[in-house]
C-alpha cells in the first residue's frame, strides 16, 4: 500500500486509493495503518463509507483518523462529560451517534471539519452504554443503568418508548435487521427481545454462563462487550466473559455467543480456554466466521481470533501488541480496525501484503 | 491468607460484671420511638463507636475525593452535598444529602498498598507492633459496667480471626460474628436446667480461679479463657437479639443484600447493650473493572449506611456515637488495562462524624490529578487520635492498665484538632 | 568431644548409670524396673545437648537460679510431656502406672519420652504440627488431603531429616505417583509465585517478606527487595499444567526468564539471579538457557536441562544456609516450651533477634551435626531442664518474654483438645474397642495379634474420630502462620457450653468416665478417678472434700457426676498445657 504522504505531500486525501485486489487470507492479516492518541481507547469503529476510523478515549472525547489518510488526520470529537465506550452511524454515514457515560447520547456530523454536537440528548439517568440506529435511520435505540432500553425518534429526538424489564444494567442493545425487533443483553446474562410496534417485550434467554458472582467479593460480573446481528438475522452475535473464577483481579476466560435466533437458543459458544481476559468486540465476516477481540487480564497479548461457526478453536490468532478493547470491520470487510489500550488504532488488512 | 501475630497480654485483674438478664430484645427505632431501657442508656451518656470497615480498598476518585474530568479522574462525575462547596461522587448521593453530620479526610498517606498492613495500620493508628484496635479500646473504655454484650462486636464473614486487644484484657477483644448468623450454641440442651447450668459453671469458674491463682506470674492466658466464657453467658443471654428476623421494613429500608441485614443488626446491638459495632462490607478491591464495582458496591453501601444513620439520628444517638467509614487503603490514579485501579495507600481519603466530631469539614487535600496529598498530610496515628479524642480520651495519656506505660495515640501523630468539636 | 560414653540421663557416664540402676534394683522391695528400651541410644558423639541448654539458659539472665523453679512433679511431666510429644493426655491408667512406678523419676521420664518418641502417635502428632507449618490450614485445593497426611506422618514414623523433607517439598514436580504428595506445598498454593516466594520465606527461613515485594521494607532494614526476588528467581520459570492425559496438575518449568524489580517507592529497578537471602547469587550455567530435556508445548510440561526449582531444593538445605536451621530449631523450640527463641516465628531480623542468640545458634548448629534429626532434637530439649521446670511462679512470666525460669503455659492445639477431650471422657477407649471386635470378626487368623499393634490402633482411631477432630479444628483452630501465643473466643466457650458435641461425650455409656463414676458409690473414689482421668493428678483434700460437697448437694446423682465432669474438663487446668 502506498504511503500516502509520498503521494501527495500533505497528508489525508478524500477518497480511498484502490487496493490491489489481493485475495482474502486471514492468516496473512498485517497492520496497513496505525494512529496514535495519547490516551487508552475504549471502542473503535468505522463508519459506513469505510472512510473514516472512529475511537473513544478515556479522556472523554472520540477522535476520527482517515482510514487512508496520515496521523494529522485525527480530528477530535469534543462534547461529553464523560467517556464514549460506544458509537453508531446513520445508514449512510453521514450522522455519528455517541452513547455517553455523562447520560447523553451525542449527535454529530460525522464528517464535520471542526466537529461540535448537534445535539445532546439527556438520555438516561446514569450511563448510557449502547446506541444502534435502526436498519432504515429512522429511529435510535440506547440502553443505560437505570436498566431502561428506550428508542428515540431520528432526526428529532423525541422520545418514542422505553422497554422495563432488564433488572441489572442492560451493556448492549441492537436491532435485529428486520427493523422491528431489539435485542438487549445485561449484566447477569439475560438476553430479551423487544417488539417495537407493541412495546412488549417478546421472548428472552438467560445466558449465565456469560456471568459470574464472586462469592469472595460479592459482585456480579458479566454482560455485553459488544453484540451485533448477523446481515440475514438469523444468529446473533454477543463478546463478554465466562468462567468467572476472580471478578476483581479480572480472572474469567473471553467467550463469544452465537444465539440461534430463530429458536432463541445458544448456537455456539467460542471460548479462548488458555486465555485469561475478555472479549471486547466481536464482528461477522460474509466469509463465514467471526472474528472477537480480547484483552487478557494482564500483560500486552491482546488478540483478534477467527472461528468457524461449529469449530471450538480459532483458525487464526493475531497478537495484538496490547490489549484489544473494540473492533470493527471495513464496508468491504478486507480490513479490520481493532483499538488498544496503549492509544493505539491499529487497521489491518487481511490480505497478503502487496510486493 | 493472613496470619496471626502472637501478641503481648497484660497482668489485668479480670472483674466479671453483674449484667442484665432480662430480655431486652430490641425493636427498630423508626420516628424516634425508644423503649424505656434504650432511652435510659442514651441519657445515661453511653459512647458508642460505629465502624464501617469497606474492605478491600475503596476507590477516593469514586467516592470522597472525586476529580471529575481530569487525566485519571475517571467517567464519574461529583455531586454536591447537603454542605456547601463540599462534592463528592455522584456513586454517593444519598450520603451527599447527609454531609452535614460527616466530614471527610482526604489526605491520609498510609504509606503502605499492602492490604494486611493497611488494615492493621488504620485499626491500630500505628506503623506497626502489637496494639489494641478501634473497637478494643472503645470496648476498654466505654463498655458501661452492667453491659449487656461484649464491648467490640464484629459482624462479618470471612478475615482474619484477629486479636485485636494486644495488652487489653481479653474481654475487650472482638466477638465476631458470621455475617447475620446468630453465633452458634446460644440453646442450652434440654436436659440440661438453668439451675443445673448456673452451679456447674460456678464449679468451672472454681477449680478456673484455683489454677490460675496457683499461677500467679502467667494471667493472661487464663482471664483470657475466663473471660471467654463471660462473653458467652452475655451473649446467651441476649440471644432473642441474634434470633430475631429483621422487620420487613427494616429489610424494605436497609435492602435484603447482607450488608443491609449487617446493618439493621448493627443497629439492634448498638441499641441494646452494644459499645463499639464493626460491619464489614465486601468487597472493594476492584483491580477490574473497578467503575462497573464501585456502581454495585457503593450503589448498595450508600443508601444502607443512610437508613443507619438516620436510625441513629433519630434515636439521639448520634451525638454519642462516633461514626467511622474507612478502607485500607485507596486506589490508583492510573486506571490499568482492566478498567481496574490497583492498591494506593499514599492519599486516600475517610469519612467520620457522630459524637464529638465537627460535621461537613473538609480536611486535608490532594492535588488537582489525586496523584499526591497536596495538604495536610495525615497518617493512621493523627485518625486514631482524632476517634478517641472525639470520644473524650486524651490521647496523649498513657493506656489505663496497671504495670505497662504505652500511650493511648502514637507520640508521633496527634489529633486533627480542626475535626474536634 | 569427650570421648568417654556418657548415658542422656544429664550427662552421667555410663558406668554410673549402671551403678544407678544397680542400686534401684537392689533398694527396692518390688520387682526390677523394666529394662531400658530398645531404641534408647547413648550418645558417644559429643556431650549431650540438654545441659549445655541449660547451661546457656541459666547464665543469660542474671539471678536465675534464685528465682528458678524446680523441676515439675511426675504428675505434671506426664500430662505435658504426652501432649507435646504424643499430642493427647494419657489415660489414667498409664497415669496410674507412671506415678507408682518407683524408678527414679529422672529414669523413668527417660524411658518415658523415648518411648513416645518411638510411638505412632508421636507421628501422628508430628504430622498435626507440620501440616498446620507447612499449608496453615488452606483448603485443599488439589493434593488430597489424606494422601498429604499420609505421607507427613510417614515421614514422621521414618524419623526423615529435616533437610530432606524439605528437599523433597521444594524439589516436587508432582509428576511421580509415590512422590506427588510432596507437590502439595506448591500445587495447593496454585503454583501463585508470590505467595509461594513468601511462604518460603517464612516457612523454611524465618523471614516475613511480604513488603519486600513491593519495595525495601520500610521498618525492617534486613529485608530488602532483591531478598524477595532472589527467592521469586528460583520459582518464576516454573509453572502450573495440567497433563491432557492423566488430567492432574503438575509443575513444569522453562529454561528461560529472569526476574527484575520496581520499587514502588523510588521506581528504581533491580534484577536478581536465584539468590536465598544474602548467601551466593546461583547464576545459572553457560549454555543452558533455553535448553530441554522436554520442550513445553500443549501436551508436555517444560523439563529444563537445567531447573532453578531443583537449585532452591538444594540452596535451602546448605549447609551454609544458617537462617534454614535456625528457623526449624526455633519452631520446634517453640513447640516445646511455648515461645519461640525468635518471636513472632517468622520475624526474624536485625530489630528483632533472639531473646537467647547463643541458645539458637547452640541448637542450630547442633541439628546440623546430627544431620537435621528431629527426634533427637525434641528428646534433647524434653531432657533439659528449661522444659521440666514447673509452671507454678510468683515472678511475672509469660509468653510475652521468659527466661525460662519456670515453664511457660501453652494453649492446646485443637487437635490436642479433641484427643484429650475423647481420652479423658472414654471415647477413644470405646472407639478402640469397638474396633477390635469388628477386626476380629472380619479377620480372626490375623486379629488377634493385629488388635494389639499400636500403628494398627493408631490408624483404625484416626479414621473413626476424624470428624469429631476436624469439628474441634473448625471451633479451636484458624488459618494462617503457626504461631505460639492463645486466643480463646465467646463462640469455643459456647461449643464446650452448649456444643452437642462435646454434651454427648457426658452421658454415660459403655463404661466411659462418667458411667465409670456413677458405679462408684465413694465420692473420694469418684474424686480421684474423676482428677486422674482428667488432669491427670491425685487429687488434694480439698478438692477431694469439693466434689463431694458437689455431689452431695445435688439430688439426682447422674446429673450431678455429668455436671463436674463438664466442670473439669471446662476449667483452665484442662484448657492448658502446664
Redesign the interface.
Known sequence: MTNPEESNGIGGRPEAPPLPEMPLDVTKSHVAAEFKHE??LTTCRIDPTGRYAFAGA???NVYRWEIDGAAESKTIFKGH???VRCVDFSPNGELLFTAG??DHIGIWNTADAEPKPIAMIEAHKG?VRWVRVSPDGKLLASCG?DNLIKVWNLPDGTLLREFAGHER?PYAVVFHPDGKRLASFD?MGVLREWDLESGKQLRSLEAKFMWGFDQ??????G?ARDMCFSDDGKTLAVAGLTEVTN????VHKPMILLVDWDKAEPQHKFKVDSYKG?AWGVRFHPDGFVMGVG?P??GNKGAVWFWKPGEEKAFHTVTLT??GRGLDLTPDCRRFAVAQ?DGSLRVYQMTDKAS | ?????????M?HAVSRRSFLGASAAGSAVVGGLLTAAQAEQVRSGQKRILQIFLQ?GVSQFESWDPK??T?LGG???SISTAVPGMEICELLPHTAQRMDKLSIVRSINL????H??GQLRMEKGR??GEYPYVGSVGAKYFTPPDARL?GFIHIST?G??D?TNAFLP?QH?Q??LEGVKA???????D??SEE??K???E??R???ER??A?????????E??????T??D???SQKSLFEAEPSAKDVERYGSH?FGLRCILARELLMNGGTCVKVTH??Y?????NF??H???LGEFDHTFCMLLDDLADAGMLESTLVLVHSEFGRTPK?N??Y?RDHWGASCSMAMGGCGIVPGAIVGATNKEGTAVSEREVASGHLFHTYFSALGLDTASDHDIPGKSIPIGDPAAAPIEELLA | MSPSRTSAVHGLPLPALVVLLACAVAAADGPPPPPLPEDFVVSQVSPPLHPQIDELISTASPGFADHAADVCPDAEFIRRVYLDLAGTIPSAEVTRAFLADATPSALKRQQLINRLLASPQHARRMQYVFDEMLM?R?PGTTIPVAEWQNWLRQAFLDNKPWNQLVQELLAADGVDKEKRPAAKFYLDRNFDVD?ITRDVGRVFLGVDL??AQ?HDH??IDGYLQRHYYGITAFLKRSYLFTDPKSKQKVLGEKAEGDVKFTS?FTQEEGATPPRLLNLPAIVDPEGTEKQYEVKPDGKNRGVPKYSRRLQLAGAMISADNIDFRRNIVNRLWAMMMGRGLV??L??RHADNPPSHPKVLNLLADEFLSHDYDVRWLLRELALSEAYQRG??????????ATDYA?A??K?LSAEQLAWSLMEASGVTTQTLAAQQAALLKSDPKNGPAKKDDPLWQDDVLHKALKPHVDQFALQFA????Q?????????????L????LV?GWLTPANNNLTDRLRKLDDNAAVAEELYVSLLNRIPTGDEIA?VTT?LDA?SERD?AIQ??V???L????F??N?
Not at chain 2, 453465633?183 to 440442651?189: G, K
Request: net charge positive; charged share 25%; with cysteine.
Open positions: 490516551v487508552a478515556e479522556d472523554f462529560n464523560s467517556w457515560y455523562d450511563w443503568n444494567y449484566l469472595k467479593f460479592r459482585a456480579d460480573m454482560g471478578a476483581f483481579a479480572g475478555m484483552a487480564q494482564s496490547h490489549c489500550f | 491468607m493472613r496470619r496471626d501475630i502472637g501478641c503481648n497480654r497482668d478491600g471529575p474530568g487525566r467517567p464519574f462525575r504509606k503502605t498498598n499492602s494486611r498492613v506503623i506497626a461484649p470471612r482474619i480471626t486479636n481479653a477483644a466477638l465476631k453465633p452458634s450454641n446460644l440453646v442450652r440442651s436436659k440440661l443445673a447450668a452451679r456447674r459453671d464449679f468451672r472454681r477449680l478456673s489454677f490460675s496457683s499461677r500467679p506470674g502467667q494471667k493472661a492466658y487464663t483470657a479463657f475466663e473471660s471467654s466464657f462473653l458467652a452475655r451473649l446467651i447482607p465486601h468487597g478491591d476492584t483491580h477490574a473493572e462497573n464495582f456502581l454495585e458496591q486506571i488495562q482492566r481496574g | 496453615e488452606r505467595l511480604e513488603c513491593c520500610p521498618s514502588v518471636e513472632p517468622d520475624l509452671s507454678r511462679t510468683q515472678t511475672k512470666s509469660d509468653a510475652a519456670s511457660l503455659l494453649s484458624h488459618q494462617g502462620g504461631k505460639t501465643g492463645f486466643e480463646s473466643t465467646a463462640n469455643q466457650a459456647l461449643f457450653i452448649n456444643g452437642s454434651q469439693e458437689y445435688v446429673p455436671e463436674i463438664w466442670a473439669v471446662a476449667s483452665a487446668e484448657r492448658f502446664h
